[in-house]
């Protein structure tokens, strides 16, 4: 078989007033994240190791934040086109590994419905995808709550 694997990485500030999504799910949460899109930063991570994996570059070539038709999109859109490249067709997904890492709020009681939905948008089952959650203890930005980063690793093979 032949297998790649692809990693990401991305980076969102937080600001008040403005939604709370990541894998899909909106949080309750007083902050939100400050982006072109929906900020979902945990699906840009994601999308971008999927991009690594065939070597197709990163979503911000895909979807510049200087196109008006990405202003305000569902992130889940963006990982369902990334996916529906032509070059991801006869490569399925093995598995996804997510690292959050994010001060406030806590995510544990939203990663079982973050799973799910990152694995429906993926069509796989959820037990292939892993999301974790983290603080930094209050050291650096995201300690300071300005802002989240999230690392994502996936393995693909071709079908």
Same mark, same amino acid.
Not at 21 to 39: K, N, T, W
Not at 75 to 97: I, K, M, Q, R
Not at 108 to 113: D, F, G, M, Q
């Given at each position: 078989m032949d297998f790649r694997i692809g990693q990401g990485y991305d980076v969102h500030a937080l600001a $008040? @007033?403005?939604?709370?999504? =990541? @894998? @899909?799910?909106?949080? !309750?949460?007083? $902050? @939100?994240?400050? &982006?072109?899109? %929906?900020?979902?930063? &945990?699906?840009?991570?994601?999308?971008? &190791?999927?991009?690594?994996? =065939?070597? =197709?570059?990163?979503?911000?070539? =895909?979807? !510049? %934040?200087?196109?008006?038709?990405?202003?305000?999109?569902d992130s889940t859109e963006l990982l369902a086109a990334v996916l529906a490249l032509p070059e991801f067709s006869g490569w399925s997904v093995v598995n996804a590994d997510i690292t959050i890492a994010l001060q406030a709020p806590k995510l544990a009681p939203h990663i079982a419905a973050m799973r799910a939905r990152l694995a429906e948008v993926m069509g796989i089952s959820p037990d292939r995808v892993s999301v974790k959650a983290t603080t930094t203890e209050h050291l650096g930005f995201v300690g300071r709550r300005e802002g989240c980063e999230v690392w994502a690793i996936v393995l693909i093979a071709r079908k």
């Amino acid at each position: 078989m032949d297998f790649r694997i692809g990693q990401g990485y991305d980076v969102h500030a937080l600001a $008040e @007033g403005l939604p709370m999504v =990541l @894998g @899909g799910v909106r949080i !309750p949460s007083r $902050e @939100g994240f400050v &982006a072109h899109s %929906d900020g979902d930063v &945990a699906i840009h991570a994601l999308c971008d &190791a999927l991009l690594g994996a =065939l070597a =197709l570059g990163d979503i911000g070539h =895909l979807f !510049p %934040d200087t196109d008006d038709r990405w202003k305000g999109v569902d992130s889940t859109e963006l990982l369902a086109a990334v996916l529906a490249l032509p070059e991801f067709s006869g490569w399925s997904v093995v598995n996804a590994d997510i690292t959050i890492a994010l001060q406030a709020p806590k995510l544990a009681p939203h990663i079982a419905a973050m799973r799910a939905r990152l694995a429906e948008v993926m069509g796989i089952s959820p037990d292939r995808v892993s999301v974790k959650a983290t603080t930094t203890e209050h050291l650096g930005f995201v300690g300071r709550r300005e802002g989240c980063e999230v690392w994502a690793i996936v393995l693909i093979a071709r079908k």
